[in-house]
């Protein structure tokens, strides 16, 4: 079985268009979960520094940012 | 002066006197804070202003339908996005406040600056290695909501500390040097070397 290559030029324009700014949306995703993953490393890290009451729920909250960010991640993978 | 006031009992207070269940990593078993302090929440307005504005950029940019050329799931992902970058904003202004405190203790001072994500440092200074404190407050809304910037003079490490646009600026100094003069009385005055 051979490529045939004349099958290649009916590739539609538009659509490497999208998946270029699907991954595009991907990379920004992708750099958005590293940046919640620090942030509620070090929201645990402070948290320990100082301590108050409401630190739980402030570390709930990182946890809770960095879910966040990893499902909007894993819906653009299978929803673009 | 301090020690007669009533505890702090909410954990947001930007000038919490002897605040409850509030401790820092390093305390000693015998040591209270007696004081709390963050900057003034008049001076976190800029960035809560500036969240809801772009909460609102979504809504402006529909009018001139700059992705119409994408179909409209990709702008329900641009949404997502731009709504999360919103998020991400808030929670760092928010951890940049909350975690950037000021502690003074019945045995020191504590700098703890939490600038951002990926800087954070912590500095001590004894009362007894404090050599002057003064304060300024400046500005129309410093003047009108009552905060200031209190330094402090010291021989440790570290030479100056500054609680930056705290609350009742004239009353942390007064409430400083009243430490100072009773470590003072404790210890015996300190001779200048």
Known sequence: ?80 | MMVEQEPAKNPFRAFAPKPVNTFFDTVDSDETVLLLLRQHPITQVKWVLIAILLIFVPFLLSFVNILGFLPLRFHMVAGIGWYLMIIGFSLESFLSWFFNAYIITDERVIDVDFKSLLFKNVSFAKFEKIEDINFTSSGTLGTIFDYGTVVIQTAAAIDEFEFEDVPFPSQVTAFLNDMLTEVERQNGPRRNS
Do not use: C
């Open chain 1, 1 to 80: 079985m051979f490529l045939d290559f004349s099958t290649l030029n009916t590739i539609d324009a538009t659509l490497l268009a999208y998946l270029f700014v699907k991954a595009m949306f991907l990379i920004g995703f992708g750099v958005y979960v590293i940046f919640a993953f620090v942030a509620a490393r070090q929201i645990d890290n402070m948290g320990k520094t100082i301590i108050t009451p409401l630190s739980p729920f402030i570390q709930l909250l990182g946890y809770l940012h960095l879910l966040l960010a990893i499902g909007a991640f894993i819906f653009t993978l299978l929803f673009l």
